[in-house]
Nanobody, 115 residues
Framework: QVQLVESGGGLVQPGGSLRLSCATS????????MGWYRQAPGKQRELVAT???????NYGDSVKGRFTISRDNAKNTVALQMNSLKPEDTAVYYC?????????WGQGTQVTVSS
């Protein structure tokens, strides 16, 4: 059974930083695209960032230059470093693992940016 477990969310002031981490199980990490998505209240889930097995990255326009996604193939984890956070970054952040014909989601972790 595949499991994705996020951690690292919380409350931070505007301009601050947070680091999210996603641990995977079920031998799925190798060969899959890992990603982070977020969903704010009343809005659709949107792309934050993805990273391929070869470390090719892709970012949503609203986070480019502020967020960095990385993966540790030895530990089967993916991280999201979030800097210069803004109130509009407030959302539930979800970890995703995607391969041909399958997509897996974590339970989400809340990030709140507020003074």
């Amino acid at each position: 059974q595949v499991q994705l477990v996020e951690s690292g969310g919380g409350l931070v002031q505007p301009g601050g930083s947070l680091r999210l981490s996603c641990a995977t199980s079920g031998n799925i990490f190798r060969g899959v695209v890992m990603g982070w998505y977020r969903q704010a209240p009343g809005k659709q889930r949107e792309l934050v960032a993805t990273i391929t097995p070869g470390d090719r990255t892709n970012y949503g326009d609203s986070v480019k230059g502020r967020f960095t996604i990385s993966r540790d193939n030895a530990k089967n984890t993916v991280a999201l470093q979030m800097n210069s956070l803004k109130p509009e970054d407030t959302a539930v952040y979800y970890c995703n693992a995607r391969s041909t014909g399958a997509s897996y989601w974590g339970q989400g972790t809340q990030v709140t940016v507020s003074s």
